[in-house]
């Protein structure tokens, strides 16, 4: 997991297993007060990783107990990631957070995604399915992804969402807090997104 904390260095903190199983990093990565999830924080003033802008405090895929990174297709087998979660703060100038993605070698291919008060799913830049068009922070849901035969689909509590016809490879699931804003775009470095995850689990038949 890539953790975009503020500080002196300009290359953000990756944990890999076994060092993730006992890992935590307050405020960006600690189990909740309630001890029933794992809050993920970044900053706007984090530093970011390669070919983006923004930070981020993520879980990405991976396979042979975290050893090697995750990386299939849509048109082989069923893969599946399961979130419960809840997005519990938003930047104020850029009010804007991905909570989970399917990603590929290059490039996002969907985002679970928050603006302001508007939850959908984003793909190549545009809302392909608003989720809840009045969400409230801290309001736990949860959202099923699931690509098969060339298709990505998106359930919302229970209820299908979205029908995205997309082919591809290199793929692999993340989740967590990808805060969509930074100093430029009017937040102050202390300004950050916030999720936090009850649960997960990634399925592939």
Same mark, same amino acid.
């Given at each position: 997991m890539p953790i975009a904390k503020p500080g002196s260095s300009s290359d953000p903190q990756t944990i890999k297993q076994p060092q993730l199983n006992s890992f935590a990093l307050a405020p960006y990565f600690q189990v909740n007060s309630s001890h029933n999830g794992v809050v993920f924080q970044a900053p706007a003033g984090g530093v970011t990783t390669k070919n983006s802008g923004y930070p981020r405090s993520e879980l990405r895929e991976m396979t042979d107990n975290g050893t090697r990174q995750a990386s299939w297709s849509d048109t082989s087998g069923t893969n599946t990631m399961v979130i419960r979660e809840a997005i519990t703060h938003l930047p104020v100038a850029k009010p804007d957070v991905v909570a989970g993605q399917v990603h590929d070698s290059s490039d996002d291919v969907i985002e679970i995604r928050l603006e302001g008060s508007t939850l959908f799913v984003e793909a $190549?830049?545009?809302?392909?399915? %608003?989720? $809840?068009?009045?969400?409230?922070?801290?309001?736990?849901? %949860?959202?099923?992804? %699931? =690509?098969?035969?060339?298709?990505?689909?998106? =359930?919302?509590?229970?209820?299908?969402?979205? $029908?995205?016809?997309? +082919?591809? +490879?290199?793929?692999y699931f993340k989740a967590g807090c990808y805060t969509q804003s930074n100093p430029s775009k009017g937040d102050s470095p202390d300004a950050y997104g916030e999720v936090v995850i009850y649960g997960l689990q990634v399925n592939h038949a």
């Open positions: $190549d830049g545009k809302n392909i399915g %608003t989720l $809840d068009g009045n969400y409230q922070l801290g309001a736990i849901f %949860t959202v099923q992804v %699931t =690509a098969a035969n060339g298709h990505i689909q998106v =359930a919302y509590n229970g209820a299908q969402m979205v $029908d995205y016809a997309k +082919s591809g +490879s290199g793929y």
